[in-house]
């Protein structure tokens, strides 16, 4: 999984640079019930949908998708929110915490099914226990940056004490990994 995942959206010289945080994650989460929704608005082009994953996660609260889209009345609306489904998705993808590099491994694996707010709040628990972070920088952090951290610490452990069992990844919700299996194909 990539460090450090922002996602730039740019149009016509305009841009929003957009962070996947895990305060970012569970608060739409929360909001949206699970990511089905989220997934579904991005594909449908849902304005609404769309608009609130910029407003969780824009680097400037003050990027707004609105002032965004209005910037050239020149281009049709349609045209300006096609160019948002690629970025938004790999954001929703980021913000679940799934690694687009591997995903053809986790969708063919056996691997145990969490649910997305039971996935991030066992982040949050890894990053401010395991990790020792401060809360603020576990909710400022990415789900990608917790889980690097995460396999360094164990790395490091592994290397004083010796090592032990693998444990397989897991991913979240069956809806979701039913999903990527027939995007991928």
């Known amino acids: 999984m990539a460090l450090a995942d922002e996602i730039t959206i740019t149009f016509d010289g305009e841009r929003i640079t957009l962070r996947p945080t895990l305060r ?8 949206f019930d699970g990511f089905d929704d989220l997934i579904r608005g991005v594909v449908d082009q849902n304005i609404s949908v769309m608009s609130a994953l910029v407003e969780e996660t824009a680097e400037y609260p003050r990027n707004n998708l609105g002032d965004f889209l209005a910037y050239d009345c020149r281009k049709p609306m349609a045209y300006k929110v096609a160019g948002l489904v690629e970025p938004l998705m790999a954001l929703v993808m980021s913000l679940a915490g799934v690694d687009l590099d591997n995903l053809e491994d986790v969708i063919d694996s056996e691997v145990e099914k969490t649910p997305f707010a039971e996935h991030h709040t066992r982040l949050f628990k890894v990053a401010t226990g395991w990790l020792g972070w401060a809360p603020e920088d576990a909710w400022n952090a990415t789900p990608g940056e917790i889980k690097a951290a995460y396999e360094g610490r164990l790395d490091m452990l592994k290397a004083i004490f010796g090592g032990g069992e ?13 999903f990527m299996r027939a995007r991928a194909k």
């Not at 970012?24 to 909001?31: H, W």
């Not at 693998?166 to 039913?178: M, N, V, Y």
């Open 166 to 178: 693998e444990k397989s990844p897991a991913i979240t919700e069956d809806a979701f990994a039913a």
């Open 24 to 31: 970012a994650a569970m608060r739409l989460e929360r909001r």
